[in-house]
C-alpha cells in the first residue's frame, strides 16, 4: 500500500519502518514466531524443583556438543541440560553476522562471551550461551579430513550419518563476497591448487566451504538443534551455573549422583542422577570449561585440589593439561574504497601445515571506530602492532580513545588469516579460585615449538604472495600518493600491515611471536588416554563421561565446529545404540 499527497512521503516512511521492523523481528524470531513456541522445554533456572524426578542424562554445558548430545538422548531417555548462559534467539549480537565483533566486544556479566587473557599475553574470548562458540564464532562449516576419523578411531559410517544431520538443519552454502572472491582467486594464483569448489571436506588446495549464516545474515547455531529433541523428556535450564559434579565416594570408585548449581538468583539446587544402570553425567563445557568443573568437583592434580581445599576425589595429574590453541597471525590490507562485510568462506589448505582464511568490512562500521571489535580489532590485540605482554586494559582504553581521531579511511579494507593448521606447543589449565563463575589461569605456549615457529613464517610468506596478487591489487589500486597516505593511516591505526623484510626469517620469527592472536580453536584438557577412555568415559570414575573438544589431541579440519557437533550426535547414538540394542533405531 502507498499514499500519494502532501503526508505521503512521512507515512510511506514511517511504513517502511514498520515493515523493516517486523521482518528484523521475524528474523531474530527464527523466522517461525516466538522462540518460547518452538523450544517449550527450555526455562529460566530458578524454576527448576529440587523435587523434580532424576535424570537418565544430566549434561552440563549446552554448547556446541551439548545441544546435539541432548537432542540425541532425549530421543529415548529423560534428559537434563543445565547451561550457565542465556538464550541466543533475541540476542541481536549473536543471531546477525553484521553485529560478529560487537557480541565478541562485549565484556559485560551478561555478554554471551566471556572474556579472558592468557597467560601468554593473547586476548581470547569462551562463550556463555545455549549453543555455544557457534553463537559467537565466524561461521564456517568444514569436516574433519578422513585420516582425522581414522586416527580418532571413529566408525566411520557412523560419521557420515552424523554430519548431514547436522548440516541438513543449520548449514548452508554462502554467497561468496567480492572479498572472498579474491581470496579464492589469489590463492589459485599462487599455487594453492586445485580448486575444489564448494564442498565440506578436507581437501588440500582451494575450496569455499559451508557456513552457519543464512542469506539474510542470521546465524543458525548449534542451539537450533534441540528442534531435534523429544519435547517431553528434555529439561534445558538457562542460566544454571554448575558448582560442581557430586559423587557417591563409598565403593571401589567414585560415583557421580548428581549436579549441583545455582541459577540466575543465586539460589543453589542439586538435580538427580537416575540409579537406573546406563545413567550418566556428561560432561561437555568446551576445552576450557569441562576440565575446569572436572577441579572444581575433585578430579585433577591433588597438590592443586588441596591447595583450594577441595576434596579430593581422583587424583588425575592429566586433568587440564595438553591444551593447544592454533595461533592466529593476520595482514591488514587498507583498500582505496569500502568493503562488503564478511567473515570467513573461502579457505587455502597448504601443503606446509597452514590454513589462509579471510575476513573484511568489519573494521570501517561506525560502531566499530568507537569500540572493540574482535577479529578486526586493534585495540584488543587483534591485529595489533602491540607484543602480548604489553596488550594491558590501560593500553586497550588508551587506544579505543585516540581511535576517534584517526581518519573513517583508514579502516577501510580487510584482513588475511593465517592459522597454524597442528601446534605442537602445549600448555595447560589450573585453578586460581573456587568460583566457576572465574576464568582459571590458561596457558598455551605459544610457538614453543619450533616447528610452529616455522610454518608461521611460510604463512606469512604466502600472504603477502596474495596481497601482492592481480586480484587483490584490484581493491588497492589507485596512484602512490593514495597508496601511501592509506598506508599511513593505517600504521597510526596499529593494525598489521605486511613486514618490510619477509627475506629476514628471523625478523619474521618476531613478527609472528610480536603479533598472535587466536582464532578461538583452542582443544585439549581432557586427552582421550589420559583423563577420559576411548569412549569417553572418565578414568577411575563411575556414571561420568567427557564429550566435547577438550578431547582433541588436535584441532579437526580447517575450523572445529563441524566436527564437535558431529561428535556429538555421533556419541549421542553410539551411547544409545549400547544401551539399547536395535530398539535404539537408529
Known sequence: MAVVGPLSVIFNLLLSLLVCHLHFTILIQGGEGRWEDKYPFIREASTFSSFSDSYDYII???GTAGCPLAATLSTKFRVLLVERGGVPFTNANVSFMQNFHISLADTSSTSASQFFVSTDGVFNSRARILGGATCINAGFYTRAAPSYIEKAGWDSKLVNESYPWVEKQIVQRPNLAPWQEAVRESLLEIGISPFNGFTYDHIYGTKVGGTIFDHYGRRHSAAELLASANPNKLDVLVHATVQKIDFDTSGKKPRAVGVIFKDENGKEHKAFLSTRKG????VSSGA???P???????IGPKAELEKLNITVVLDNKFVGQGMSDNPLNTIFIPTN???EQSLIQTVGITKKGVYIEASSGFGQSGDSISCHHGVASAE??????IPPKQRTVEAIEAYRRSKKNIP??????GFILEKIALPLSRGNISLVTTNPDDNPSITFNYFSHPRDLKRCVDGIRIVEKIAKSKHFTNFTQCNKETLDKLLNMSVQANVNLIPKHTHNTESLEQFCKDTVITIWHYHGGCLVGKVIAPDHKVLGVHRLRVIDGSTFKESPGTNPQATVMMMARYMGVKILRERLGKAAGL
Do not use: K, N, Y
Not at 545413567?279 to 556428561?282: D, W, Y
Not at 584488543?380 to 602492532?385: A, C, F, V, Y
Open 60 to 62: 552440563v554445558g549446552g
Open 279 to 282: 545413567s550418566e553425567i556428561i
Open 288 to 290: 576450557i570449561g569441562s
Open 292 to 298: 575446569h568443573i572436572l577441579m572444581l568437583s575433585g
Open 337 to 339: 574504497r569500502p568493503v
Open 380 to 385: 584488543i590485540g587483534q591485529l595489533s602492532t
Open 408 to 413: 573513517h579511511e583508514a579502516f577501510m579494507g
